[in-house]
């Protein structure tokens, strides 16, 4: 059953246009994550967020920017995309932050295709 | 910081024969261990947690911890065609995740 929920599915764009992804949970948890998955299927970490607060930002490039409403939402801008973009974009949560001792469930991940 | 190597990339079973998959970490900073599977289009499912060394049972999958040998593995006991995924590795320690980059596990009827 489905409680991390991500739109688009899919998305096309092309090199230095500005996408955003949206994700919402209704786990009531109160820590949601980004990752980006290549096509080599290796999955990184790229933002943690505990009650709106960002709480871990790996090296990724500035035109990457979470955007938190609220702690059942966690969006993902990218401003000016380029070809090395493309990838799977997975949103998660879990209960707690707890030093990674929560379960994260994850969502079905959004597909981006730059040309 | 925290390395994890899946073996084998790629696992072909019949229907009804175990199936392991194995994890290394590189040190004994991570606090648990999880499996995670993930069919093709579709996030991840989350399938056995472990944090003690020893085996942790969750209907048809098993997991093994041993620190010692910085080492964890999956068994999937009588494993269908629709266990037909990529299965994920992921070490946790206080503030990061670290996923290995899965085995694709093949399962002929």
């Known amino acids: 059953e489905t409680a991390v929920f991500q739109t688009p599915n899919y998305h096309v764009t092309q090199v230095g246009n500005e996408v955003s992804f949206n994700c919402k949970q209704t786990?009531?948890?109160?820590?949601m994550y980004w990752y980006k998955q290549d096509s080599k299927k290796l999955l990184k970490i790229m933002f943690s967020?505990?009650?709106?607060?960002l709480i871990v930002n790996e090296t990724v490039p500035r035109r990457f920017s979470p955007q938190s409403s609220d702690k059942a939402h966690l969006n993902l801008r990218i401003k000016s995309v380029e070809p090395e973009d493309s990838a799977v974009y997975l949103c998660?949560?879990?209960?707690?932050w707890g030093g990674g001792q929560d379960t994260q469930y994850f969502g079905p991940g959004t597909r981006l295709l730059v040309l | 910081q925290q390395k994890v190597q899946q073996s084998p990339e790629s696992l072909t079973v019949s229907e009804g024969a175990m199936a392991s998959l194995n994890c290394t970490f590189s040190?004994?900073?991570?606090?648990?261990f999880r499996w995670y599977r993930q069919h093709s289009a579709k996030g991840l499912e989350v399938l056995v947690s472990?944090?003690?060394?020893g085996e942790k049972e969750e209907g048809r999958f098993t997991a093994h911890l041993n620190r010692a040998n910085l080492h964890v593995s999956l068994h999937i006991r009588e494993p269908q065609p629709s266990d037909s995924a990529v299965y994920l590795c992921?070490?946790?320690?206080?503030?990061?995740?670290?996923f290995g980059k899965g085995t694709h596990l093949h399962v002929l009827p």
């Open positions: 998660a949560s879990s209960l707690d």
């Open positions: 040190d004994g900073t991570s606090n648990n």
């Open positions: 472990i944090f003690s060394d």
């Open positions: 992921a070490a946790t320690n206080a503030y990061k995740v670290i």
């Open positions: 786990l009531g948890h109160d820590t």
């Open positions: 967020y505990n009650n709106k607060q």
